[in-house]
């Protein structure tokens, strides 16, 4: 395969999965991995793809959001084995909030029916989850609901989490590092996530590894606002170490 059509389809690639990473294409094309970093050198100076930590971006992603649907396909192994390990971050009989994400939501379906605590949710999905789940206390915070995501955001989401204090939270973010901090495509979902976060004692976020360097459009903290960081171990030893550095305990879950 020469070079261009190399180029060509590590572009599909990228724009039908939102991302693509160095290790990956290099094996898929049996190519080196500098090989595939002037491919992906090219393509950004064509202003097709944006170069990101280990890999590229479709070009003028920052702002782009898929839908739930899209986002409930994708790294799907990786997300269930990240929430089955947050079921050990779980208070003992205490109070938390769920954020709005697909991980967030694997992690809702997985709670077990002994479960006893206080949940607090603007997510449509995971409050109609855990309805009628015998052990929960629900409360459902209101607001405009977003249709892309359908989580509530603007006032009255952030007037409920002003007034509450919860035991811990499990956050979700569509991008994270330690220089750009906690992102998301939407400044309304990233105010909701904030107040969230400034709601809680304990904060854990829950994301895929190729999530990380990935950053987007509305900033909501600093990864130093994070007390655990459960991912997949896509993210690297010295990525981790990076993390841990800056005060955040970071848990790879190992594939089985």
């Known amino acids: 395969m020469y070079a261009p059509e190399r180029q060509q389809e590590i572009l599909r690639l990228a724009r039908d999965g939102g991302r693509v990473d160095v290790l990956s294409l290099a094996e898929e094309f049996q190519v080196t991995a ?15 793809v944006r170069r990101v930590h ?19 396909g994708t790294a799907a192994d990786e997300k269930d084995r990240i929430a089955k390990a947050a079921l050990a971050e779980l208070p003992a009989e205490g ?8 991980t967030v939501a694997r992690m809702a379906a997985a709670l077990p029916l002994e479960a006893s605590l206080t949940v607090v949710t603007h997510s449509l999905p995971i409050a109609a989850r855990l309805a009628d789940h015998p052990g929960m206390q629900l409360h459902l915070v209101g607001g405009r609901v977003r249709h892309r995501t359908r989580a509530a955001v603007d006032a ?43 709601a809680a004692r304990r904060v854990v976020l829950l994301a895929d590894s190729s999530k990380h360097g990935q950053e987007h459009f509305a900033r909501f903290g600093d990864l130093s606002d994070v007390d655990l960081l459960i991912t997949d171990s896509g993210l690297s030893p010295e990525d981790a ?3 841990e550095r800056g005060g955040t305990e970071v848990l790879c879950v190992e594939r089985h």
């Open 34 to 48: 500098e090989t595939i970093r002037r491919d992906l050198k090219a393509l950004d100076r064509a202003g097709l």
């Open 54 to 72: 280990g890999g590229a971006i479709p070009a003028g992603r920052l702002d782009f959001e898929p839908d739930l649907a899209e986002r409930e």
């Open 95 to 102: 109070t938390m909030i769920l954020d709005a994400g697909t």
């Open 156 to 198: 009255w989401a952030l007037r409920a989490y002003g007034e509450i204090r919860a035991d811990v939270l499990f956050v979700a973010a569509n991008g994270f590092s330690a220089e750009h901090g906690l992102t998301t495509p939407d400044l309304a979902e990233a105010a909701v996530k904030r107040a969230a976060v400034a």
């Open 241 to 243: 170490t990076a993390i």
